[in-house]
């Protein structure tokens, strides 16, 4: 089954995003963004396995990690990630919100957190990415040391999240989150430049087979490495007219077991 959310994207900016959708709703594919830092990004996220309809929009979540890909000298936006959250619509809009994690003083950002809405319209069908980075999915799962790599928990909340560095040229992130009565694969990045003074970043986006829901997790390492301060993200599937309605944020407050 090819979904609709297969091909290339476009939002007002002038930035696409290039998708491949399988038949679970697992999502792998690249962004090319003309505002800010210019480059090519990994992107991966989950989405519900099915097109929308005029009763519900197609829920989904992205993780994006702001390191290009292409070849350009890192910059102050290299530290950072995103998590996107919002639907498909039967209109053929895609509305997200751009949960923007900042970590350095770059450009006119400071570190902190910046939301925006953003709306992506279907360009194409094509998808063409670049074969060797699709290959990075399909490495074997061995963790490489980082301060990410462990379990974080909340008690209270009865959520525990277990992440190990699996490519340390990338910043991909696999592991598991035990939340809301389910355990769930959780797959995503972690910004790798090194730098004492600049926090470590994470997007990370999984699935929730109980509720269908796409979840996404965005969020930064504390200065001490024992706490992983996060947004968890829960995108809905609504009709048009109750699109407010699409995106949910929660802030966690993780320790290192």
Known sequence: MALILNGTWKNSY???????????GFIFGEYRSHTGSTG???????CAPSDPTHEGGQPLVLSIYWRSIGGEEPDGGSHWVSTYCGQLDDNGHMTVMNALV????????????????LVF???????ELRTHNIALLAKPKIQVANPINGVWSDK???VALTLFLQDPEYGVVNGWLSYNNEIMSMLGFT??????????SVSLSGYMLNTKQPISLVGRISQDGRALVLSRWLSNSTTAEEAYFQASSMNWELTKN
């Not at 090519?40 to 989950?46: E, F, M, N």
């Not at 900042?102 to 939301?115: E, L």
């Open 102 to 117: 900042t970590t350095t003083s770059y450009q006119a950002f400071s570190p902190g957190d910046y939301i925006d809405k």
């Open 156 to 158: 209270e909340q009865g």
């Open 14 to 24: 002038g930035s696409t995003m290039v998708l491949e959708v399988d038949d679970e």
């Open 40 to 46: 090519t990004y990994l992107v991966t996220g989950h």
């Open 191 to 200: 910004d790798i430049l090194v730098d004492n003074n600049i926090l470590q």
């Open 121 to 127: 319209t279907k360009q194409s069908d094509a998808s």
